[in-house]
């Protein structure tokens, strides 16, 4: 049987306050949306259809080069409306999966247990519901005196009694695509809302003798659906929990995961480990047997195997294995160490490659610059890098020592094994093996505290 999923996402998310759609505010790095399309992917789904409209510039752009398809509401009727909008996508498909884009706690496993009894009981339509101790906001599984399914109420409907029931409505559901379109297509919107609910096609498939199921599944952090920023950190935080526990039973020691802020799809090393107040971000990979932390947060970067990183912060860099850095260090964009390269305490790198076995241990700016292998930077060295106007390049050539407190006036050039004097301005390049010296000759003026002056 061909199966495809629609998820819907053309609501706004007015509870949310936000000058952005719903489903595009992220979760552990990720918006909502791509989540949910992960965990419909992962349970096998190949034809995905996202129903969007409001902003859906913004949903669209973050598929893009993906095969998923987009069905337009262009004004948000309610769900039922927004399902049928799919109907020229998926009308060849035998059944569909239906689920909200507002669920990004949601997992593949559950979605494979709702399509698995989908199948084996035949049902047109099967819904998802979990009990919860407290159902407010959802809409509720009525059934009759012998637990028959009846209809799903929502909140704004029911009435005391029926507020009372803890049994709610994931918003996931499988329906046999013929008669989901046919029950559709006779919904009305006389509702608290005015919209036309797709719950309501439940009732009218049951009346229809149709087959309705229910699935009762212990789901409630699969199915909590987010409506508001109170509800968004609540799922950031399970998620940054679920994340945390897979790191650490791959083989990655966290000494505080209640610290350890790591985004969805990272790859961390196993033996690497995790000290406490960290961020660890975007599109960042960790090698093995590296130690991060505390304090430090890396976004968007590759850190190889057996790097040590105290107190700093690392941006769109790159680290090859066996460096150190920090404490105290700043790797801005483009900064590229190569293997077991120093980077000490309050360095600022910029756009620079750093070769092999160099170090720039304390005191630093290195913007604009390539460095060869073996190079040592004396504390207080700045690179020049920027007149005003132009940014120009800095090149220090292999086994290179560069003497304290000196300022590289860019662009220029220190060849191999050349020597620069601390306290030096280099504005001329000093050729290999040669010492570059700027400085004013020192004078001493005796009995300089005893007034006696000549
Ligand atoms: C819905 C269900 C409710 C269920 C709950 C689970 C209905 C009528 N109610 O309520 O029974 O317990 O989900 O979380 O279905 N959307 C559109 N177009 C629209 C309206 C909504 O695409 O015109 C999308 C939204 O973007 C969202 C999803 O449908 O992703 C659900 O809409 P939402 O308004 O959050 O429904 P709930 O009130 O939570
Ligand atoms: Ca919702």
Known sequence: MNCSAVILAAGKGVRMHSNYPKVVHRV?????????????????????????????????????????????????LGTGHALLQARDIVQDDDMILVTAGDTPLLQAQTLEALIKHHQQSQATATILSTRLNNPS??????????????????EKDA?????????????????????????????????????????????????????????????????????NREQLAWAEKIMRQRINQELMLSGVTMIDPDSTYIDAGIKIGMDTTIYPSCIIEGNSRIGEGCEIGPGTRISDSIIGNHVSIENSRIKEARVGDNCTIGPYAYLRPQAVLETGVKVGDFVEIKKSTIGA????????????????????????????????KNKWPTLLEDGVFIGSNTNLVAPVRIGAHAVTGAGSTITKDVPPQALGLERAEQKNILDWKSGKRD
């Open 137 to 154: 906001g959802y809409g509720r599984i009525v059934r009759n005196e012998n637990g028959v399914f009846l209809r799903i109420v929502e």
């Open 28 to 76: 552990a790095g990720t918006p909502m949306i791509v989540h949910v399309v992960n965990a419909v992917t992962e349970a096998g789904i190949e034809k995905i259809t996202l129903v969007v409209g409001h902003q859906q510039e913004l949903i669209k752009a973050l598929f893009v080069g993906q095969e998923v398809n987009f069905a337009n509401q262009a004004e948000q």
């Open 357 to 388: 076995g160099s170090k720039i241990p304390h005191l630093s700016y290195i913007g604009d610059a390539k460095l060869g292998q073996g190079v040592n930077v004396g504390a207080g060295t700045i690179t020049c890098n920027y007149d005003g």
């Open 159 to 227: 009435t005391p009694d029926e507020k009372r029931i803890n049994e709610i409505n994931s918003g996931m559901y499988c329906f046999q695509v013929k008669e989901a379109f046919k029950a559709l297509s006779a919904l009305s919107s006389g509702n608290a809302q005015g919209e036309y609910y797709l719950t309501d096609i439940l009732e009218i498939l049951r009346q229809d003798r149709q087959r309705v199921e229910v699935l009762c599944l212990d789901a409630k952090e699969d199915i909590y659906g987010i409506n």
